[in-house]
């Protein structure tokens, strides 16, 4: 079998050395330059499976370097070797795409774990990249765009702050990141650091040695130790006490935790995610959340859009939560009730839409889910809620007829009037889509 081949790049011959026969005796070849006109030549000879970087050359830097990496066909992991404390550098590092980072002094555990993280990321796809357990649903271009950045931000160890509304899919998403990484085949483990009382959190995060305070009678490890060498996820993570903030941002540095009662530093290897609803930046301005954390655990910022904002994905989302919840025997919904959802403001996001199908089930006749049956609030914030009806207004049949008619004029609006794409999203066959364009005055 083929040793793996990794680029080495210092203008410290010591340094470069030490790296060498670290790797060496992990079964790592090694090529080694001092500077970046040096490494750009080994990188068009060689195919290298990880590159170790010093962030100081003497042409340039270690973030010219992950530039050049960027651009070629297959890009391999890169890791930046970083002065001790210089977390700035480091995080621009991973924004630019770096792997990882390790700080000098080296620590060479640390840097094996660097190592072998790195080069199981660039091992073969089908070697490391299991079946997915989950799924995120949506043929919207904000959806597509996300995927494919699931599947970018997997391939790193920066971490990431998932934004969005409540009920967007946030806890999805860093599943989805942590199924696709290469840490799959170890914890995720997520937490709501607004469910965790905040006398009881520093130990929840670190652990506590047995007698450090009353009621520690045992030893315990903490969620860093739990999801050793995996995922972890801090859901919520704007309700977290300012004095344990200071304590994770640390954590994060250092990469090691202090568990309460403890003298040493034990070191930790975790992928951090973190999410919330709340707007984090200005939280910062108001002095609730700690700045250098926001700057740590936003490294990447990744935002989930609300429901109402993909409203094309509805039809889509409609089907799979039926399926789920009636075991693929999928009741249908009638159009006005399909058009109901369509205008429905969704403050709730695809959590509410879970519920109100749920309790839809419940409520139906057997054959069909009507507007009655989805029971949607009378104070929706979209106009035109069947909801809403009042028999002053004239007939039910020309009030649900004017819900079609904007129900249509969207969907043809959305798919650039492709009539195809039109009934697709609405749920529709192209016959009974032709059909109603024709009832309703439209199919000029």
């Not at 190592?115 to 070697?127: F, H, N």
Request: hydrophobic share 40%.
């Amino acid at each position: 079998m083929t040793k793996p081949l990794a680029l080495i790049v210092d203008d410290e011959p010591d340094i470069r050395e030490l790296l060498e026969i670290t790797l060496n005796r992990m079964g790592i070849n090694c090529q080694c330059a001092g500077t970046l006109a040096q490494a750009a030549a080994l990188l068009r000879q060689y195919a290298f499976d990880v590159c170790l970087t010093d962030m100081h050359l003497p042409d340039g830097d270690g973030l010219d370097l992950i530039d050049q990496i960027q651009t070629l066909p297959s890009p391999l992991p890169i890791a930046v070797i970083t002065a001790h404390g210089n977390m700035d550098t480091a995080i621009l590092a991973m924004k630019k795409g770096a792997f990882d980072f390790v700080s000098k002094p080296v620590d060479l555990a640390a840097l094996r774990q660097l190592i072998k993280s790195a080069l199981k990321e660039s091992g073969d796809a089908s070697d490391k990249k299991p079946q997915m357990q989950q799924v995120l649903l949506g043929e919207s271009a904000v959806m597509c765009e996300i995927r494919a950045k699931i599947t970018k931000l997997a391939r790193s160890q920066a971490p990431v702050y998932i934004s969005g509304e409540s009920g967007s899919g946030k806890e999805l998403v860093a599943r989805l990141i942590h199924e696709q990484s290469s840490r799959h085949d170890r914890p995720f483990i997520a937490i709501n650091c607004g469910a965790i009382p905040h006398e009881l959190i520093e130990s929840e995060f670190f652990g506590h040695k047995k007698g450090s305070f009353t009621g520690a009678v045992s030893d315990k490890k903490g969620l860093f130790q739990a999801a050793e060498g995996g995922t972890l996820f801090l859901d919520e993570v704007a309700d977290l006490p300012l004095s344990l903030q200071v304590k994770l941002l640390r954590a994060i540095q250092e990469k090691k935790i202090r568990p309460v009662g403890e003298y040493q530093e034990i070191p930790v290897d975790i992928r951090l995610l973190s999410a919330t609803h709340r707007n984090l930046a200005q939280m910062v301005q108001e002095g609730s959340f700690r700045q250098d954390l926001y700057y740590r655990i936003n490294v990447i910022d990744l935002h989930i859009p609300p429901l109402r904002e993909r409203i094309s994905d509805i039809t889509l989302l409609i089907a799979h939560i039926l399926a789920k919840l009636t075991g693929g025997n999928n009741p249908s919904l009638s159009f006005a009730a399909l058009a109901a959802l369509q205008q429905y403001a969704f403050p709730g996001n695809v959590r509410e839409l879970e519920n109100i199908l749920e309790r839809s089930l419940a409520l139906f006749n057997g054959k069909e889910i009507e507007v009655d049956d989805l029971n949607l609030p009378v104070s929706s914030p979209n106009t035109n809620n069947p909801a809403d009806y009042d028999p002053s207004q004239g007939s039910l049949e020309d009030y649900l007829e004017d819900i079609e008619r904007k129900a249509i004029a969207t969907a043809l609006e959305e798919n650039k009037w492709n009539k195809t794409a039109a009934a697709k999203q609405l749920g529709l066959s192209f016959r009974s889509f032709r059909y109603r364009l024709k009832k309703l005055n439209m199919d000029n």
